[in-house]
């Protein structure tokens, strides 16, 4: 062999040593580059993850909450119909109930004397007229006050009015029961729906 040749022989084991360890080198790297995507690959996946569970997790709790609040209303809702319900009973109690002498005195009494004038105007329903036309008649002080007991629209009891119309005691069952109910609404709801 030749000296040219040895020379030759010897550039080629060079450059073949120097590209085995480019090539060493390049496989190195891109095993390295790979583990490095591969990792921020499960990291991102991790994130994204964990990103989706937080965002269902925050959707479940708003359509939990939307849910929550629907069915508070729909049973405020049915308590509401269940006391309407029971109030217009009441009302209707109340309306088809004939008060005696007694209690119609005791309402007449009540209301002509919240007026300052000397002569007043009764309003009664119109079953009650006989029953206060008789109390009026049976009392002296009522029949020197009381001018006229005329027919009104109202569930029972009495309205008292001055003779010129200026003032009015309003003494009606209804009245009672609108001045009654909201204070006895907190009881009411108790008893009916203390297990709710």
Known sequence: MS???KIGDAVLDKVKAEADAIIAEADAKAKEDIAAAKEDLSARIKAEKARLVEASRAEASRILARSSIKS???LLAAKAD?????????KQAVARARISEKGMA???KEAVSGLAARKAILFVAKGDIAVARKVVAADKKLADM???????ECSGGVIAEDTEGKTRIDN???TRLDI???KLMPQVSKELFEDL
């Not at 009381?146 to 009104?152: F, G, P, R, S």
């Open 106 to 108: 005791a309402l007449i």
């Open 82 to 90: 269940i006391i309407a319900e029971v109030t217009g009973k009441v």
């Open 146 to 152: 009381v001018a006229e007991v005329k027919e009104t």
């Open 172 to 174: 009606t069952f209804d």
């Open 72 to 74: 508070r209303q729909q």
């Open 3 to 5: 000296g040219m040749e």
């Open 180 to 182: 009654l109910l909201p």
